[in-house]
């Protein structure tokens, strides 16, 4: 089981908003651990979405944010997209910075 | 442009070994740190473990569920970093691919992936 706990499955309309989260249950990972997020559309490599909670890479659309407050993560998506369907990891690390790399379990988000 | 390029993969029996490689272009080589995630059929993504830069020693450091069957290295007049695996184990199974940090630090993200290579565990 993950340490970063993420629901298997979101939903939304196309231009609606939706959320996934990421709930820390490792002491290891503490509230001082940044989380990151990855975009993964099927068949692809996995792609930086999100960076320390809520820095975006340039090129990642602004209707993609994410937020953190003590040991949980949000990914916010606003304004659906059929293209925004993928699946969606968050990342963090041991917070003696020289342990593990630690993933989410994942999240589908299914665009209706 | 960041290019990172793996292979090696294939078809391997329980209890063998498979060396995978991952050909870097693009940036400062020697700077960079450099990671293994797998992704098993159908599941999510498991850190397999990183190298770091030779100014921060040039070690590694690896999951507990790899540690002590597998090795990162890294040959920086090639821009290479390897993983040799031995003992591998039908969980082994997975798309391995090659991930750069955006900077040289454990709380830095991964920036680029490479494609993947596909590990296949099975008598």
């Known amino acids: 089981q993950s340490v970063l706990t993420q629901p298997p499955s979101v939903s939304g309309a196309p231009g609606q908003r939706v959320t996934i989260s990421c709930t820390v249950s490792?002491?290891?990972?503490?509230?001082?651990?940044?989380v990151h997020w990855y975009q993964q559309l099927p068949g692809t490599a996995p792609k930086l979405l999100i960076y320390?909670?809520?820095d975006r890479p340039s090129g990642v659309p602004d209707r993609f944010s994410g937020s953190k407050s003590g040991t949980s993560a949000s990914l916010a998506i606003t304004g659906l997209q059929a293209e925004d369907e993928a699946d969606y990891y968050c990342?963090?690390?041991?917070?003696?910075?020289?342990?593990?790399?630690?993933f989410g379990g994942g999240t589908k988000l299914t665009v209706l | 442009e960041v290019k990172l390029v793996e292979s090696g993969g294939g078809l391997v029996k329980p209890g063998g070994s498979l060396r995978l490689s991952c050909a870097a272009s693009?940036?400062?080589?020697?700077?960079?740190?450099m990671s293994w995630v797998r992704q098993a059929p159908g599941k999510g993504l498991e850190w397999v473990g990183r190298?770091?830069?030779?100014?921060?020693?040039?070690?590694?450091d690896y999951a507990a569920s790899v540690n002590g069957r597998f090795t990162i290295s890294r040959d920086d007049s090639k821009y290479t970093v390897f993983l040799q695996m031995n003992s591998l184990k039908t969980e082994d199974t997975a798309v391995y691919y090659c991930?750069?940090?955006?900077?040289?630090?454990?709380?830095?993200?991964?920036?680029?992936w490479g494609q993947g290579t596909l590990v296949t565990v099975s008598s």
């Open positions: 990342q963090s690390y041991d917070s003696s910075l020289s342990g593990p790399v630690v």
């Open positions: 693009g940036f400062t080589f020697f700077n960079a740190w």
């Open positions: 991930a750069l940090y955006a900077a040289p630090y454990a709380d830095y993200p991964f920036d680029h």
């Open positions: 190298v770091k830069n030779r100014l921060d020693g040039g070690t590694s």
């Open positions: 320390h909670n809520n």
């Open positions: 490792s002491s290891n990972i503490g509230a001082g651990s940044d």
